[in-house]
Every structure is written in C-alpha cells, then in structure tokens.
C-alpha cells in the first residue's frame, strides 16, 4: 500500500529499509517521507514501529534455537 502519496512510497519500501537497520529519521532522509505535506507520518512511522518491533523478536528465536541445538 501507497504510504506517502506526495514521494510515492509503500509500506513496504519503509520496512525494507527498516530491516536494513533504518530508523524513523533515517527512513525520512532516505526516501523523503513525510517531507511534503505530511498526512503519512503517522502510518510511516506505525509500519517503521511494526518492523523494529519484529527485528528483535526474529533475533532472539534464532538464538534461543541456537542454544537448544
């Protein structure tokens, strides 16, 4: 879906970034989100929360996995 309509942007392009190590600030320099006229902030920066939030938990399933083998 179509996150920022003024730079084009999906959620998916936001969470791409979001697992290459991004944060809010850094996805905004990047891609120019909610630089215009600003109605996606709120939705960029809830698919940027979402995605930082199942980074961690990927992480520690895999070492928890890690540690039982």
Partial sequence: ??????RRV???EIAR???A???FDDVQFEL???TQCGQCE???R????QCSALQ???CLHRETAAAQA
């Fill in 21 to 23: 190590g991004m944060d």
């Fill in 10 to 12: 999906s959620d998916r």
């Fill in 42 to 44: 709120g939705c960029a």
């Fill in 32 to 34: 120019g989100v909610a």
């Fill in 46 to 49: 809830e698919v940027v929360a």
């Fill in 17 to 19: 970034h979001v697992r």
């Fill in 56 to 58: 961690p938990v990927a």
């Fill in 1 to 6: 879906m179509i996150v920022c309509v003024c």
